[in-house]
Protein backbone atom coordinates (compact mmCIF):
# COMPACT_ATOMS: atom_id res chain seq x y z
CA UNK A 1 0.00 0.00 0.00
CA UNK A 2 3.10 2.60 0.85
CA UNK A 3 4.17 4.22 -2.20
CA UNK A 4 6.81 6.80 -2.17
CA UNK A 5 6.44 10.20 -3.95
CA UNK A 6 9.44 12.48 -4.43
CA UNK A 7 8.54 16.54 -5.07
CA UNK A 8 11.17 18.05 -6.98
CA UNK A 9 11.95 21.14 -8.47
CA UNK A 10 12.64 23.19 -5.46
CA UNK A 11 16.85 22.53 -4.94
CA UNK A 12 17.61 25.76 -5.40
CA UNK A 13 15.32 27.62 -3.40
CA UNK A 14 16.62 24.87 -0.32
CA UNK A 15 20.69 25.47 -1.00
CA UNK A 16 19.43 29.26 -0.45
CA UNK A 17 17.87 28.33 2.75
CA UNK A 18 20.56 26.28 3.68
CA UNK A 19 23.27 28.88 2.79
CA UNK A 20 22.02 32.10 4.46
CA UNK A 21 19.92 30.56 7.45
CA UNK A 22 22.08 28.07 8.65
CA UNK A 23 20.66 26.53 11.76
CA UNK A 24 17.33 28.16 11.20
CA UNK A 25 16.69 26.23 8.08
CA UNK A 26 16.05 23.34 10.11
CA UNK A 27 12.60 25.50 11.07
CA UNK A 28 12.44 26.62 8.01
CA UNK A 29 12.46 23.13 5.91
CA UNK A 30 9.94 21.58 9.01
CA UNK A 31 7.37 24.40 8.69
CA UNK A 32 7.54 24.05 4.55
CA UNK A 33 7.11 20.11 4.33
CA UNK A 34 4.28 20.22 7.49
CA UNK A 35 2.50 22.81 5.32
CA UNK A 36 2.56 20.83 2.07
CA UNK A 37 2.21 17.53 3.92
CA UNK A 38 -1.30 19.17 5.22
CA UNK A 39 -2.68 20.18 2.16
CA UNK A 40 -2.49 16.35 1.00
CA UNK A 41 -4.28 15.25 4.45
CA UNK A 42 -6.62 17.85 4.12
CA UNK A 43 -7.75 16.07 0.16
CA UNK A 44 -7.47 12.64 1.91
CA UNK A 45 -9.85 13.69 4.83
CA UNK A 46 -12.35 15.03 2.15
CA UNK A 47 -11.76 11.87 -0.07
CA UNK A 48 -11.92 8.88 2.37
CA UNK A 49 -15.53 7.13 2.77
CA UNK A 50 -16.30 7.14 6.50
CA UNK A 51 -19.09 4.73 7.56
CA UNK A 52 -22.22 5.59 9.20
CA UNK A 53 -21.02 3.52 12.62
CA UNK A 54 -21.04 6.27 15.42
CA UNK A 55 -18.60 4.11 17.80
CA UNK A 56 -16.30 3.56 15.14
CA UNK A 57 -12.65 4.52 14.73
CA UNK A 58 -13.33 6.77 11.65
CA UNK A 59 -10.01 6.94 9.13
CA UNK A 60 -10.97 9.82 8.09
CA UNK A 61 -10.32 11.41 11.57
CA UNK A 62 -7.29 9.75 11.95
CA UNK A 63 -5.18 10.90 8.96
CA UNK A 64 -2.25 12.41 9.90
CA UNK A 65 1.41 14.28 8.79
CA UNK A 66 4.30 12.87 10.43
CA UNK A 67 7.40 14.13 12.17
CA UNK A 68 10.35 15.02 9.89
CA UNK A 69 12.65 12.03 8.68
CA UNK A 70 15.46 11.20 7.24
CA UNK A 71 16.22 9.11 4.33
CA UNK A 72 19.94 9.06 2.73
CA UNK A 73 20.35 12.63 3.79
CA UNK A 74 16.67 13.53 2.32
CA UNK A 75 13.85 14.70 5.04
CA UNK A 76 10.42 14.18 4.15
CA UNK A 77 7.06 13.35 5.90
CA UNK A 78 4.49 10.46 5.75
CA UNK A 79 1.02 11.39 5.41
CA UNK A 80 -1.79 9.26 5.99
CA UNK A 81 -4.04 7.10 8.38
CA UNK A 82 -2.18 6.77 12.01
CA UNK A 83 -1.59 3.62 13.35
CA UNK A 84 -4.75 3.56 14.96
CA UNK A 85 -6.27 2.36 11.41
CA UNK A 86 -3.52 2.04 9.41
CA UNK A 87 -4.57 -1.51 9.57
CA UNK A 88 -7.66 -1.30 8.04
CA UNK A 89 -6.64 1.78 5.56
CA UNK A 90 -5.47 -0.30 2.85
CA UNK A 91 -9.43 -2.35 2.89
CA UNK A 92 -10.63 1.30 2.12
CA UNK A 93 -7.90 1.90 -1.05
CA UNK A 94 -7.43 -1.24 -2.57
CA UNK A 95 -10.88 -3.26 -1.71
CA UNK A 96 -11.15 -6.91 0.22
CA UNK A 97 -13.32 -9.24 -1.75
CA UNK A 98 -16.63 -8.75 -0.19
CA UNK A 99 -15.84 -4.51 -0.74
CA UNK A 100 -14.99 -2.58 -4.04
CA UNK A 101 -12.26 -0.12 -3.43
CA UNK A 102 -12.95 3.26 -2.66
CA UNK A 103 -9.22 4.98 -3.44
CA UNK A 104 -8.44 8.12 -1.69
CA UNK A 105 -4.85 8.03 -0.45
CA UNK A 106 -3.49 7.53 -4.60
CA UNK A 107 -6.65 10.35 -5.62
CA UNK A 108 -5.72 12.89 -2.90
CA UNK A 109 -1.65 12.59 -3.74
CA UNK A 110 -2.38 13.34 -7.62
CA UNK A 111 -4.46 16.11 -6.98
CA UNK A 112 -2.72 18.01 -4.25
CA UNK A 113 0.70 17.15 -5.65
CA UNK A 114 1.27 20.43 -7.69
CA UNK A 115 -0.36 22.44 -4.48
CA UNK A 116 1.96 20.82 -2.52
CA UNK A 117 5.05 22.03 -4.09
CA UNK A 118 4.00 25.80 -4.33
CA UNK A 119 3.15 25.65 -0.66
CA UNK A 120 6.43 23.73 -0.16
CA UNK A 121 8.39 26.53 -2.48
CA UNK A 122 6.46 29.42 -0.46
CA UNK A 123 7.02 28.33 2.48
CA UNK A 124 10.84 28.41 1.46
CA UNK A 125 10.76 31.55 0.02
CA UNK A 126 9.15 32.62 3.49
CA UNK A 127 12.19 31.45 5.37
CA UNK A 128 14.43 33.40 3.28
CA UNK A 129 12.29 37.03 3.80
CA UNK A 130 12.67 36.38 7.39
CA UNK A 131 16.31 36.95 7.58
Known amino acids: MHSEHELTGIDEILRAVRQRLEAGSARVERNALKAAGEAVAGS ?6 VSNLSYARHTRDNITVSGIRRKDGLKYVLIGPNKKVSWRAHFIE ?26 LAEELRKGLRIR
Request: aromatic letters at 10%.
Open 44 to 49: MQQKVA
Open 94 to 119: FGTSNQSAQPFIEPAFREKKDEALQI
